[in-house]
């Protein structure tokens, strides 16, 4: 929020949060009425110290004291009853807001587009998620309720001062009109630099996500020096940014400090005057002197809390910006059920350029039919739009210009979940979960049986090396599948994908990372699985699409031939000189491996 913002809106983001408080309404009501208990109890505490002196020790009356000390007892259970109270409520309450809105902010992002990572560093997201909802937590669970508690006692203590005495009491409020003071002005700037700090801690943790998530590239380069610098670098400058934050708060309580016991000290001098003078009893001044300390420690209190505020308004800030974004991909507001027979897949004048590359057109005026069980190979150099025809067919991005249809529904009439459920993904990179095999495959089909499984991973050629694990289907892999060789993490994706069972089967390079006996095996295993449903290939590797229906050839985003490979050898000069760079010309078969 600019620092033009008008006073009352600085903590304005924080008013975001009541739709995550509303639910708990009754627990709130609960909290609020042990803090008011707690919050009269400890104003009763004086006025029991008064009668404790002007009518206990003054008298000399055993039977009094003993009967105010009993009271005072009892003020104290009270107060200790009710702040425990509070403070498990008040803890509860963090807790559970906490834990939903880190819920929200999560949900929200799993169902954000692509598009949104271009920009946004998944580092970043989840700092959001851990260090931004921590302060939120301790507001919602300690500071929020501190700071009512210590305004209900500067209310009721200044009230209090006031009926004891209000020559006195007027020195008081004064003091307390001058504290008020450096509270705005410093309040302000610790708000500004609590969302400076908060910035540069999470570009360190995207730093620290980014790293970490390539460190065989790194370590393969040697540079683990110079990643620890930079992530040192980013560390220092967080830490730089956050201690100019703490010097302006220590700076706010040292000014809140000094004037409060500043104006105490001259007040209770003259307190000491006018029981000197008989204007006063020992106890009436004794009632004062703890009032004004209690109100002098509240007003400290809210101070700090006022700080605490401001720094969850920052964080509050950033987690609004998550949850305001939206996915430029969204469902209609009525949807059409995908018919489970029909025309087929039709890509119809599709035009469209990735966000962050708006100049340069990914797909030109592209257009193909897909009869349905048609098993169809797109080839091309590098950079032609093969994998972007997959990521539009799943609605990851929506295209510019033009449709795409499945069995002549567009896909954007139908919702993302019947879509993306009809659809099987094997990608060039697989992506494995840190479960065991058994969770893995059954990632798109988590209610399989065991049979299914096995079954599932004998067609991807991964039973035997599975088998050979540890515990075997329940054998855990790691973060990312670390335990495993690449190949065989193909063969997991590639098993996942024929569990699904789904109509259409996306294979992006689906075998690039398999030798040459498993791809063969994985192969005839992925023919299997593409009999009776419609498939796409993505293949550089021109020997494992010879036996498709249909070769597309594409470049710059456009179709330029289409056929079988013996057909497009001859009709399609890109597609002869891609099979020059992998075949024996003279022969048409693969050159033997190195």
């Given at each position: 929020m600019p620092d033009a913002a008008p006073r009352s809106q600085r903590v304005a983001p924080l008013f975001a949060l009541l739709p995550f408080l509303r639910p708990y309404a009754g627990r709130w009501a609960l909290a609020f009425l042990a803090l008011l208990t707690s919050a009269g109890a400890t104003l009763a505490l004086p006025v029991a110290f008064k009668y404790l002196i002007d009518r206990g020790f003054a008298s000399g009356d055993r039977t009094h004291i003993d009967r105010y000390f009993i009271a005072l007892f009892i003020v104290s259970l009270i107060l200790a009853a009710a702040t425990a109270l509070r403070f498990y409520w008040v803890s509860w309450l963090g807790e559970r807001v906490t834990a939903d809105l880190r819920r929200a902010v999560y949900d929200h992002v799993m169902r954000m587009s692509p598009e949104f990572f271009e920009t946004t560093q998944t580092g970043e997201v989840l700092s959001r998620l851990t260090t931004d909802t921590t302060l939120i937590q301790a507001v919602v669970g300690t500071s929020l309720s501190l700071g009512v508690r210590n305004a209900l006692l500067t209310i009721g203590g200044v009230t209090m001062l006031v009926t004891t005495s209000p020559v006195l009491s007027g020195y008081i409020i004064a003091t307390l009109v001058v504290v008020v003071a450096p509270i705005v002005i410093f309040g302000r700037r610790?708000?500004?630099?609590?969302?400076?700090?908060?910035?540069?801690?999470?570009?360190?943790?995207?730093?620290?996500?980014?790293?970490?998530?390539?460190?065989?590239?790194?370590?393969?380069?040697?540079?683990?020096?110079?990643?620890?610098?930079?992530?040192?670098?980013?560390?220092?400058?967080?830490?730089?940014?956050?201690?100019?934050?703490?010097?302006?708060?220590?700076?706010?309580?040292?000014?809140?400090?000094?004037?409060?016991?500043?104006?105490?000290?001259?007040?209770?001098?003259?307190?000491?005057?006018?029981?000197?003078?008989?204007?006063?009893t020992a106890g009436q001044l004794s009632q004062f002197i703890l009032y004004a300390v209690f109100t002098a420690g509240a007003v400290g209190a809210v101070a700090e809390v006022w700080g605490d505020l401001q720094r969850a308004a920052g964080a509050t800030e950033r987690l609004l910006q998550l949850l305001a974004a939206r996915s430029p991909v969204v469902e209609a507001a009525t949807t059409v059920p995908l018919p489970a027979q029909g025309e087929g897949i039709r890509f119809e004048?599709?035009?469209?350029?990735?966000?962050?590359?708006?100049?340069?057109?990914?797909?030109?005026?592209?257009?193909?039919?897909?009869?349905?069980?048609?098993?169809?190979?797109?080839?091309?150099?590098?950079?032609?739009?093969?994998?972007?025809?997959?990521?539009?067919?799943?609605?990851?991005?929506?295209?510019?210009?033009?449709?795409i249809m499945i069995n002549g529904v567009p896909t954007t009439q139908t919702s993302l979940h019947a879509l993306r459920q009809s659809i099987g993904v094997v990608l060039q990179e697989s992506v494995i979960f840190s479960g065991s095999v058994l969770d893995n495959i059954r990632y798109g089909m988590p209610d399989a049986s065991l049979e299914q499984v096995k079954r599932a991973a004998a067609m991807a050629a991964a039973a035997d090396f599975i088998e050979a694990l540890p515990q075997g289907y329940d054998t855990f892999l790691g973060e990312r599948g670390v335990r495993l060789s690449g190949g065989q993490r193909q063969r997991l994706a590639i098993a996942r994908a024929i569990l699904k069972n789904p109509p259409i089967l996306l294979l992006d390079e689906a075998t690039s990372a398999l030798d040459a006996a498993s791809e063969r095996l994985v192969q005839t295993a992925l023919d299997n699985a593409a009999l009776d449903r419609t498939t796409l290939v993505i293949a550089h590797r021109l020997a494992t699409v010879q036996q498709a229906d249909r070769i597309v050839v594409m470049e710059h985003g456009r179709i330029v031939a289409q056929g079988r490979h013996a057909e497009l050898l001859h009709s399609s000069p890109l597609y002869a000189q891609l099979a020059a760079l992998q075949f024996d010309m003279t022969s048409g078969q693969l050159p033997a491996r190195v």
């Amino acid at each position: 929020m600019p620092d033009a913002a008008p006073r009352s809106q600085r903590v304005a983001p924080l008013f975001a949060l009541l739709p995550f408080l509303r639910p708990y309404a009754g627990r709130w009501a609960l909290a609020f009425l042990a803090l008011l208990t707690s919050a009269g109890a400890t104003l009763a505490l004086p006025v029991a110290f008064k009668y404790l002196i002007d009518r206990g020790f003054a008298s000399g009356d055993r039977t009094h004291i003993d009967r105010y000390f009993i009271a005072l007892f009892i003020v104290s259970l009270i107060l200790a009853a009710a702040t425990a109270l509070r403070f498990y409520w008040v803890s509860w309450l963090g807790e559970r807001v906490t834990a939903d809105l880190r819920r929200a902010v999560y949900d929200h992002v799993m169902r954000m587009s692509p598009e949104f990572f271009e920009t946004t560093q998944t580092g970043e997201v989840l700092s959001r998620l851990t260090t931004d909802t921590t302060l939120i937590q301790a507001v919602v669970g300690t500071s929020l309720s501190l700071g009512v508690r210590n305004a209900l006692l500067t209310i009721g203590g200044v009230t209090m001062l006031v009926t004891t005495s209000p020559v006195l009491s007027g020195y008081i409020i004064a003091t307390l009109v001058v504290v008020v003071a450096p509270i705005v002005i410093f309040g302000r700037r610790v708000r500004k630099l609590s969302r400076a700090s908060q910035d540069k801690v999470a570009n360190a943790s995207a730093l620290a996500g980014e790293v970490l998530n390539a460190m065989p590239t790194v370590q393969s380069y040697t540079q683990e020096g110079y990643e620890t610098k930079r992530f040192g670098g980013a560390v220092e400058t967080a830490f730089d940014t956050a201690l100019t934050r703490i010097r302006a708060r220590a700076g706010l309580t040292a000014v809140v400090i000094v004037f409060v016991f500043a104006a105490i000290v001259f007040v209770l001098w003259l307190g000491a005057q006018a029981v000197l003078a008989g204007r006063m009893t020992a106890g009436q001044l004794s009632q004062f002197i703890l009032y004004a300390v209690f109100t002098a420690g509240a007003v400290g209190a809210v101070a700090e809390v006022w700080g605490d505020l401001q720094r969850a308004a920052g964080a509050t800030e950033r987690l609004l910006q998550l949850l305001a974004a939206r996915s430029p991909v969204v469902e209609a507001a009525t949807t059409v059920p995908l018919p489970a027979q029909g025309e087929g897949i039709r890509f119809e004048n599709v035009s469209f350029s990735y966000p962050s590359r708006p100049g340069l057109a990914a797909l030109d005026g592209f257009t193909l039919d897909v009869r349905p069980g048609e098993h169809v190979a797109l080839v091309g150099p590098s950079g032609a739009g093969k994998t972007t025809l997959f990521q539009l067919l799943l609605r990851f991005y929506d295209p510019q210009s033009g449709q795409i249809m499945i069995n002549g529904v567009p896909t954007t009439q139908t919702s993302l979940h019947a879509l993306r459920q009809s659809i099987g993904v094997v990608l060039q990179e697989s992506v494995i979960f840190s479960g065991s095999v058994l969770d893995n495959i059954r990632y798109g089909m988590p209610d399989a049986s065991l049979e299914q499984v096995k079954r599932a991973a004998a067609m991807a050629a991964a039973a035997d090396f599975i088998e050979a694990l540890p515990q075997g289907y329940d054998t855990f892999l790691g973060e990312r599948g670390v335990r495993l060789s690449g190949g065989q993490r193909q063969r997991l994706a590639i098993a996942r994908a024929i569990l699904k069972n789904p109509p259409i089967l996306l294979l992006d390079e689906a075998t690039s990372a398999l030798d040459a006996a498993s791809e063969r095996l994985v192969q005839t295993a992925l023919d299997n699985a593409a009999l009776d449903r419609t498939t796409l290939v993505i293949a550089h590797r021109l020997a494992t699409v010879q036996q498709a229906d249909r070769i597309v050839v594409m470049e710059h985003g456009r179709i330029v031939a289409q056929g079988r490979h013996a057909e497009l050898l001859h009709s399609s000069p890109l597609y002869a000189q891609l099979a020059a760079l992998q075949f024996d010309m003279t022969s048409g078969q693969l050159p033997a491996r190195v």
